[in-house]
């Protein structure tokens, strides 16, 4: 489960590098979802792929970006640049799951209308 | 599959949808988060946009390479080998670092914020597209199709920005974009027009004549001139007292028997205080300890960031010029090159008149002017508003202009705080606005040849091209200083505009320009030096009528009694001069209205204040609490004085500048403008000076402002973003100045650029502004000089004709890839 964890998060990372469109991570948790084999997993895998590339992709990029965060926590209104990361990340993460989750609850759904 | 089923698939796959889509999208004034904060396509990307290239940059458009230089201030310094690449380059170096800014300046004038910003933007919107800033630029953008030199100069410089923009993208746009979710357009020379003709609405966007036809309804002409004085007592002006004027053929024509009085509450222009205000001298050789000329300015600003200026050493084989220019305009404004230096001020010319147009019925086909009816012009302009309808509104044109406002219904949509005081009034009518900025003028050919300049001659042969708006041109080179009151301001009979005018009189028409030699001007006067601080141009010897207002003498007095006192100026002394904090309205009058007060009137705690504010030095030092007193004493008087006899302070209502209030303070304590009018008893400027005094302790221990009112937290400058995004400014900055000092730093107004240059051989140039070279929030660049510009610090600016002698980063721009 680890290894496929971590090839789900490269191939998120990977489709966000060369993606311009934000969403693609979405429809990629989408897909992730119909994958999924239960609620958990489907669960699982949506905080994976939306929680762990935005984590490390404001990681590698905090110290050359500091100045820019925290004008960009003033915009928000927030105190400092690591509230503003954890509030990206909750953001996408939850979106994942939340797209993830759907998917697989409409697969289960088909499944069901062909029985 | 049950229906059920498919149902609920159908709304989970909605919502799924749903959820891109508002995230994708601009909601009121927050950013479409998705796409905002994704970190790998997002804001985040842009982090090192900043950075400088490491390598060479291919542009096929060159004709020859070109080195740019960046020193550690980031100013780049261009050395080009022909004119078209240096401008080209230019554009392209500007747009690396401030494109937003360029753009979003001639968004706002051309009236399309609203496809930006939404229906809230739209009053401002057709308030700027009814005034005529975009029929002034396409006026200009007609007229200098045939001046090559122009025309060539500003497609380079076009062309150079284009280059930039077709390199970016979706990720690599510049953060407002992001974050107001837009995508920058190509630019053209019409958008530098735009830029050019908003600034000379900031500096020459004042409609008083409402205020003063209103008057004009209230008192008679002697009373309108004892309150409002063409010539203020105290009058310090520009070119120096006693000075004549010999000019041979003077025509003025002659002002109608009596004055057109208008209705003024039958629309609703505002009455917009003009927000540019500025200072600069010159100073001999003689004067000077280095036996050259210096020349000193700080041009006054509504303060932004990005900011307003944008430093650039531009050299080709005819010029080499450095200094600061408006982003979104090529050449350089202010600076110097090898033979000549130059700054302005605003010179407040009244430039902008409005007429009550009288149409033949409601479709505004035909007005009356000059004993017949004559057919109007109409354009619909078209408002693309974003999330919203689009919405059309039709400008009339007529010989005096377009008709801002017309028909009731409209009064409010042009941008009015409030229809109060309007009323119905018959339909056909209008009034029009004559603003010189709508004119086809050429001002960028004025900076390309004091670019150009190699001596006095160049010098006032520039200024000719000079129209609008109205500037005080400071000069220097090596041996000679002049001051020239510049711009081509029409000739009026003595008062024409400052009422609003009958637009059916011919009498009441613009006439020729004054002649370029007849515009007030003086070169190595004997006293040894010259300034200008907005003041009136001549203490009324001057031949012409220019304005009903200019801003008081008061800096202009404490720059004139330094310039005049010391023996020989030095760099420091022109840096202490600009940094001055004494506050010379505090000093004419504040010694009156203490001794109009008998201490034993007080209770405790207006002695305590008392005791704090006689002993002040006049000075607006940040630390000191005093300032804050004297600020609010003296405009408690200023309202206890005129607010009985004219009404609140609003659109239609102005009182009389400062200096009247000083003047009646020293000269007349018992003027009848003293006494409160809903009184029975008879006050003098002893009783209003103490009622005062009483009012602003209470204000104080009211607001708790005890334990804040140091100078600096009470003033409070902010230097806001330009589009007011929240946190990409720089607020509550701690600052020393204010409104009647030569450091005149205010709440949001301030010294934009300082700049100190000496004509030493090399020169010694300095210069600051409250920003920083990069237009991108995430760069140290962005701000980086503010602090010290608080300070009262200027730099060092690098400037030689040989690019070696330049230290910094260097790269060149290249036109094909073996080029060198």
Redesign the interface.
């Known amino acids: 489960m680890i290894i496929k964890s971590i090839i789900f998060i490269l191939i998120s990372i990977i489709i966000q590098l060369n993606a311009v469109n934000w969403f693609n991570v979405l429809i990629f948790s989408s897909i992730i979802g119909i994958g999924s084999n239960s609620y958990n997993q489907s669960i699982y895998l949506g905080f994976i792929i939306g929680f762990f590339p935005w984590l490390l992709q404001f990681i590698i990029k905090y110290k050359e970006s500091i100045l820019l965060l925290e004008r960009v926590a003033n915009i928000f209104y927030l105190n400092s640049s690591i509230l503003l990361i954890i509030f990206s990340i909750i953001f996408i993460t939850i979106l994942s799951i939340m797209v993830s989750i759907s998917s697989f609850h409409i697969k289960k759904l088909l499944k069901n209308g062909k029985r | 599959?049950?229906i059920k089923?498919?149902f609920?698939?159908l709304i989970?796959?909605l919502?799924?949808i749903s959820?891109?889509y508002f995230?994708?999208t601009k909601i009121f004034s927050i950013?479409p988060?998705?796409?905002f904060?994704?970190?790998?396509?997002?804001?985040?990307y842009?982090?090192?946009s900043d950075n400088l290239p490491k390598n060479d940059i291919l542009l096929e458009q060159l004709t020859d390479s070109v080195t740019i230089v960046w020193d550690d201030l980031r100013i780049p310094h261009i050395f080009s080998k022909n004119e078209s690449d240096l401008y080209f380059a230019q554009g392209y170096i500007m747009a690396r670092d401030r494109l937003w800014q360029m753009e979003f300046q001639t968004i706002v004038a051309e009236g399309r914020l609203s496809e930006i910003i939404g229906i809230n933007a739209l009053q401002i919107d057709k308030f700027h597209r009814r005034i005529g800033i975009k029929y002034g630029a396409l006026n200009s953008l007609n007229a200098i199709k045939n001046d090559t030199i122009i025309y060539n100069m500003l497609n380079s410089f076009s062309s150079g920005i284009n280059t930039y923009i077709e390199n970016l993208?979706?990720?690599t746009k510049p953060?407002e974009y992001k974050?107001l979710d837009y995508y920058p357009e190509k630019w053209s020379p019409y958008k530098t027009f735009l830029i050019l003709k908003y600034m000379a609405w900031t500096l020459s966007g004042k409609s008083s004549d409402l205020a003063y036809s209103k008057l004009l309804n209230q008192f008679n002409l002697k009373t309108i001139n004892e309150l409002f004085p063409l010539i203020p007592y105290n009058v310090d002006p520009i070119i120096p007292k006693n000075t004549t004027f010999n000019f041979k053929d003077v025509n003025i024509p002659n002002a109608p028997d009596s004055f057109y009085v208008s209705n003024p509450f039958q629309s609703s222009l505002l009455y917009e205080p003009i927000d540019g205000f500025s200072n600069n001298w010159v100073v001999s050789k003689d004067l000077s300890i280095y036996n050259k000329p210096i020349i000193a300015s700080d041009p006054h600003l509504s303060l932004t960031l990005p900011s307003v200026w944008y430093g650039m050493h531009l050299n080709d084989t005819n010029q080499n010029v450095i200094g600061v220019t408006i982003p979104g305009a090529p050449g350089i404004i202010m600076g110097c090159n090898d033979s000549i230096a130059w700054a302005e001020t605003n010179g407040y010319d009244d430039v902008m008149d409005w007429y009550d147009i009288y149409f033949k019925d409601k479709s505004m086909n035909e007005y009356y002017y000059d004993n017949d009816w004559h057919t109007t012009d109409k354009v619909v302009e078209k408002f693309h508003i974003r999330n919203s309808q689009t919405f059309y509104d039709t400008i009339t044109y007529t010989k005096h202009g377009p008709v801002v406002w017309d028909y009731d219904y409209q009064t409010l949509s042009i941008g009015a705080k409030s229809a109060k005081g309007s009323r119905p009034r018959q339909a056909a009518m209008g009034r029009a606005l004559r603003w010189q900025a709508h004119d086809g003028t050429n001002e960028i050919r004025t900076f390309y040849e004091i670019n150009n300049a190699k001596n006095y001659n160049d010098f006032v042969n520039a200024l000719e091209w000079f129209v609008c708006p109205g500037q005080n041109f400071a000069y220097v080179d090596e041996n000679n200083i002049s001051m020239w009151h510049a711009g081509s301001p029409p000739i009026k009979w003595k008062e024409q505009g400052r009422y609003i005018g009958d637009g059916r009189d011919p009498k009441y028409e613009w006439g020729e320009l004054i002649p370029h030699n007849h515009k007030a001007h003086i070169k190595n006067p004997k006293q040894g030096f010259l300034s200008s601080a907005n003041q009136h141009p001549s203490d009324g010897e001057y031949p012409y009528y220019l304005s009903e207002t200019f801003w008081p003498s008061f800096r202009a007095i404490k720059i004139n009694e330094v310039l005049s006192t010391s023996t020989k100026h030095t760099l420091e002394s022109m840096q202490n001069l600009q940094n001055d904090n004494t506050n010379m309205l505090a000093l004419t009058i504040l010694p009156h209205m203490i001794n109009a007060i008998n201490s034993s009137d007080l209770n405790e705690i207006e002695y305590k204040l008392f005791s704090k504010i006689k002993n002040w030095n006049y000075n607006n030092n940040k630390n000191l609490i005093e300032p804050t007193i004297f600020d609010l004493w003296y405009n408690k008087i200023n309202e206890k004085t005129w607010e009985d006899d004219l009404g609140k302070r609003d659109e239609y209502t102005m009182w009389p500048q400062i200096d009247k209030l000083s003047e009646l303070i020293e000269y007349d304590k018992s003027s009848i403008w003293f006494d409160n009018k809903h009184t029975s008893i008879k006050e003098n400027f002893d009783n209003i000076s103490l009622n005062a005094f009483s009012d602003i302790v209470k204000i104080i221990y009211q607001n708790n402002l005890e334990n804040q009112w140091q100078w600096g937290n009470y003033q409070e400058t902010n230097i806001t973003h330009l589009a007011k995004?929240?946190?990409?400014g720089e607020t509550n900055l701690y600052t020393s100045g204010g409104l009647w000092t030569v450091n005149a730093t205010t709440k949001e107004f301030g010294p934009s650029w300082r700049s100190i240059i000496i004509m030493d051989n090399p020169k010694i140039i300095k210069g600051i502004y409250p920003g920083g070279q990069s237009g991108f929030?995430?760069?140290?660049y962005?701000d980086n000089m503010i602090q010290d510009w608080v300070k009262g610090k200027l730099y060092d600016l690098e400037f030689s004709s040989d690019k070696n002698n330049i230290n910094g980063h260097k790269i060149n721009l290249i036109s094909k890839i073996n080029d060198n």
């Open positions: 599959m049950k089923n498919i609920s698939i989970i796959l919502f799924n959820i891109i995230f994708n950013p988060l998705g796409k904060l994704d970190p790998f396509n997002g804001y985040l842009l982090s090192n993208n979706e990720r953060l974050i995004i929240p946190g990409l929030p995430g760069s140290k962005y």
